[in-house]
């Protein structure tokens, strides 16, 4: 009897145990920018929640900061100067000409440069890291200084089918008074350098902090266009144990009187047999 009865006070034990949140849930809201306004150029044509989209760099007048999809090659995506595409498997036939296009003129048309939407999925952000290029932040809050946080998002480079040669593409981010930079992504003409991963630890300082981002790239005049998609800022820390409390939890106590009386039910029967 005492063989069979162990083993069920083991799982009226089992009972009692209580289930822990997770402590690694990200403190970015929107890291995969799927809160927007549809696609297009930011401000002008569409919106982005949660993030905030600085001045540019260069001094010009509307940043050339954008929300993508997986259309991008196809259909584009709108500013103030007409539609934009990308280089890609989907490219319509067309001929760019005018101011921007270099060579000019030049035709365009479908190439299988494996031109595709990040493993994040749905919508991203995408930056003309050589014009009017401009950082966008989200501030972070529920911080604890002195903790460490883990940082993570894909990246990739693009060009607009309004311009052919070599270009590269990288982003550079800031948290808080922390700063580091991509490895850089080396794009051919008419390229898709493919999504790659980026992971950085930080040490927060304070209980609130800026997260930016820029992107970086060249040459002038070959849109070196910088994708971003899925970022996430976790803490890995582990929470801290739960002081000890010799009084059971009423909730806890039920479900170990509930238990207890179901073993001892079930003995009686064993008993009876």
Same mark, same amino acid.
């Given at each position: ?10 799982t ?19 890291g995969?920018?799927?809160?927007? @306004? ?6 002008n ?13 260069? @001094? ?10 997986g ?6 995506f709108q ?5 934009? !595409? ?6 319509p ?28 999925g749905?919508?991203?952000?995408g930056?003309d890291?050589a014009?009017a290029?401009a950082?966008i ?41 922390d ?22 630890t ?55 009187? @509930? ?8 003995? !009686? ?5």
């Amino acid at each position: 009897m005492r063989n069979v009865l162990l083993p069920m006070l083991a799982t009226a034990g089992l009972l009692t145990v209580l289930t822990v949140p997770s402590h690694a849930a990200n403190l970015v809201q929107n890291g995969s920018f799927e809160s927007n @306004g549809g696609t297009g150029q930011i401000a002008n044509i569409t919106t982005l929640s949660n993030w905030t989209v600085g001045s540019t760099t260069d @001094g010009a007048p509307y940043p050339f900061t954008f929300v993508l999809d997986g259309n991008a090659d196809s259909t584009g995506f709108q500013s103030p100067f007409g539609t934009i !595409r990308i280089w890609g498997p989907n490219t319509p036939s067309g001929t760019s000409s005018g101011p921007g296009s270099n060579p000019d003129p030049h035709p365009y048309g479908a190439v299988a440069n494996g031109f595709t939407t990040s493993p994040d999925g749905g919508y991203f952000f995408g930056a003309d890291a050589a014009y009017a290029n401009a950082p966008i932040s989200q501030t972070i809050g529920g911080l604890t200084p002195g903790n460490t946080y883990q940082l993570s998002f894909s990246y990739a480079g693009a060009q607009f089918v309004d311009a052919l040669g070599p270009n590269y593409e990288g982003w550079q981010v800031t948290f808080g008074g922390d700063s580091a930079s991509t490895s850089t992504l080396n794009n051919s003409s008419m390229g898709f350098t493919g999504w790659q991963s980026f992971s950085q630890t930080f040490t927060a300082t304070s209980a609130s902090q800026t997260l930016s981002f820029l992107a970086t790239g060249g040459p002038s005049g070959l849109p070196p266009f910088a994708l971003l998609d899925g970022v996430s800022l976790t803490d890995p820390t582990p929470p801290p144990p739960p002081p000890p409390s010799d009084t059971p939890e009423p909730g806890s106590m039920g479900l170990a009187i @509930g238990g207890f009386l179901g073993v001892l039910g079930m003995a !009686r029967r064993l008993r009876t047999r």
